[in-house]
């Protein structure tokens, strides 16, 4: 696979990276339609259009679980067209939904079926290269990544103004068979006949009790439960706050993006910096960080007021190239020790992480209602607690 023609490898990027934006296009494509899509199905309590977005995740925390081990046996492509078949299916189910509950049934059966796709592609990437080879082609993938929550709020707001929220479903599904076609005609199987792995609750079993004997593993799992749950409040609130606490509807998909770049500065960054210092040390020090910025909050702002537009963007904006520096260290200091069975367990402790994030998000979310302060109070506790389990984990590793 080294030597592939730079237009192949090229488009081998560019459709590996599609099958993985699919995903940030359901999330990040709806979040200007969050208000109007709740007054359709009759929400009650505005608060209730974030469950829309903490939902979705849901699914695609527990997607992988199966995925993963039936596409070791069946291989990856027969998984993928399944998965993007699920989530055909769902999206039919949010288009003619009338109530909130069926909504939120649409939106993780979308999860599950897009957790296919993004779970696939790394996988059919390690097949295919490894070591630093393999990093280099998943930063490629990630930069192209990177680019779609920056465009996708635009994309939604297009279709809202254009069309109705129920276009916003409509193009999804379009891109997303577009990208299966692409999948179909251009990618070819990458796992052996002789390589694959019968399916069994065995793999469960033996995968879970194997990751939870790490406390490395399980330390840093839940730090990304914690990390990753406060974001997942902010994204599922970020509507909210920018439409309705500021009142800036038509400005809210070039804010988003403007953020979203922040973390994405990170992520690029990352690549470099890691090499230089360790993910330990950069671990450690986004944490404190994250901790330390949201507590400056708290304290400038403890009356809830919500502060000018361009301060709360500074602090936002702080918090994610913080976090940004978090996700993928955390994801791979937590698979250091379990190598060994690096595909179930990396669907495992992605289940743990989302089992937490999720409710968290939600908890977190129920408070945003009149003021940003419930946000930072949110990231405020769960960088403490994440500091907290950090000092374990190094304490532990003496």
């Known amino acids: 696979m080294k030597n592939k023609t730079k237009s192949s490898q090229f488009e081998f990027v560019a459709l590996m990276a599609a099958l993985m934006s699919v995903v940030a296009l359901a999330i990040d494509a709806l979040l200007p339609a969050l208000d109007i899509i709740g007054i359709a199905i009759g929400t009650e309590n505005t608060v209730d259009n974030q469950l829309l977005i903490t939902m979705m995740f849901l699914g695609l925390g527990i997607g992988p679980l199966f995925f993963g081990p039936i596409s070791d046996a069946t291989g990856r492509k027969p998984v993928v067209y399944a998965g993007f078949g699920l989530f055909l299916a769902a999206s039919l189910i949010c288009v003619s939904a009338q109530s ?10 979308q999860g599950i079926g897009l957790s296919a796709p993004r779970t696939i592609a790394i996988a ?44 916003i479903f409509y193009i999804q599904v379009i891109i ?16 052996a006949v002789n390589k694959r792995v019968r399916f069994s609750n065995k793999v469960f079993k033996t995968g879970f009790k194997e990751v939870i004997r790490y406390k490395t593993t399980m330390g840093y799992t839940i730090i990304s439960g914690f990390v990753v749950g406060s974001f997942f409040a902010y994204l599922s609130a970020s509507q909210q706050i920018f439409q309705l606490q500021y009142g800036l509807t038509g400005a809210f998909p070039i804010i988003f993006a403007g ?14 910096l890691v090499l230089k210092y360790g993910m330990e040390k950069i671990i450690t020090t986004s944490l404190l960080c994250f901790f330390c910025i949201s507590l400056l909050y708290v304290i400038l702002f403890n009356s809830g ?13 702080l918090q994610f190239f913080a976090i940004g520096f978090l996700f993928g260290n955390l994801r791979a200091l937590a698979m250091q020790p379990v190598g060994h069975i690096a595909g179930i367990a990396a669907a495992i402790t992605g289940f743990i992480s989302t089992l937490m994030a999720v409710p968290l998000s939600i908890i977190i979310g129920r408070f945003i209602s009149t003021s940003v302060l419930p946000v930072f109070i949110g990231f405020l506790i769960c960088s403490a607690c994440s500091v907290g389990v950090l000092i374990y984990v190094k304490r532990s590793n003496l």
Do not use: H
Not at 102 to 108: F, L, P, S
Not at 305 to 317: M, Q, T, W
């Open 124 to 167: 059919i990437i390690r097949d295919l290269f490894s070591g630093d080879y393999m990093a280099r082609i998943m930063s490629f993938v990630t930069v192209v990544f990177i680019l779609v929550p920056v465009i996708a709020p635009a994309l939604g707001q297009l279709v809202l103004d254009t069309y109705n929220w129920q276009g």
């Open 259 to 272: 953020l979203s770049i922040a973390i994405g500065s990170a992520i690029f960054l990352n690549g470099t």
């Open 305 to 317: 007021s919500n502060p000018p537009l361009v301060l709360l963007l500074i602090f936002f904006a």
């Open 176 to 191: 997303s068979l577009i990208v299966m076609i692409w999948f179909w005609k251009r990618q070819p199987e990458t796992l």
């Open 100 to 109: 909130l509950t069926m909504m939120i049934i649409g939106r993780v059966l």
